[in-house]
């Protein structure tokens, strides 16, 4: 009989020593693990099962993987499933698709295990990570944000930003290790007053390094999908 603290996952991978890596080492780690080998099943299986977590391959016979994901991200009863997308190399602008769906991360094909299942952790406790401390402070070794007052300290240093800066700051720091492509980061600084653009992002982010000065390097670009907050 399953443990009730056992998670359930499962894993829509056509590739069958994938599939069985995936299957043994999260086993391994105490999850109970589904396996299913097409779009169409993985689909099926995931309105049933309401697993908690989805590792959903892109490149699936049938249905491919942003479709599953698609499908699941806009009906109620699925759309809470947390999903991480299998990609190969190349699959940049699939991946932005995927996570403007609603996908919460994704794994470049090879990949290590280690980083795979660390990935997995991150995911499912990511809800108890969005939660602001209670000083409404955001603390990382030089660098502090103070929400309530739209402060930002440098080496106890203060650093003047525009409310646009400050915007993309916060939003990225919330959840470090996580990548935001342009277009999720355009919509969590909306309502400035004006339009943003993908490119305007670009820029801002330049202003932005500019500013920080020594702890610039905390916020990466990964190349061809958006940028992250260093984990630190
Ligand atoms: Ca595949």
Redesign the pocket.
């Known amino acids: 009989m399953r443990a009730m603290t056992q998670k359930q996952i499962l894993v829509v991978?056509?590739?069958e020593d994938i599939q069985e890596l995936l299957r043994y080492n999260l086993t391994k780690d105490g999850y109970q693990v589904h396996c299913t080998g097409s779009g169409e099943s993985g689909l099926r299986e995931a309105r049933k099962l309401l697993p908690d977590l989805l590792i959903l391959?892109?490149?699936?016979p049938k249905m491919n993987g942003l479709e599953v994901c698609r499908q699941l991200k806009s009906a109620a009863d699925t759309n809470h499933i947390p999903i991480i997308m299998?990609t190969a190399k190349g699959e940049e602008s699939d991946i932005v698709i995927g996570l403007e769906m609603g996908a919460d991360d994704y794994v470049t094909k090879p990949f290590s295990v280690q980083v795979f299942l660390s990935r997995v952790k991150a995911v499912l406790r990511r809800n108890q990570e969005t939660e602001l401390p209670e000083s409404g402070i955001l603390s990382f070794k030089d660098l502090q944000i103070h929400l309530g007052k739209y402060e930002v300290r440098v080496k106890d240093e203060l650093t003047k930003l525009t409310r646009t800066e400050f915007m993309i700051l916060e939003f990225l720091s919330r959840r470090p290790g996580w990548v935001f492509t342009r277009g999720q980061i355009v919509d969590a600084v909306r309502g400035d007053g004006y339009a943003i653009t993908d490119r305007a992002i670009d820029f801002q982010i330049v202003g932005l390094r500019k500013k920080l000065g020594d702890v610039a390097k905390y916020i990466e670009t990964v190349r061809g999908v958006g940028y992250r907050f260093a984990e630190i």
């Open positions: 991978e056509d590739e391959d892109l490149m699936l299998l």
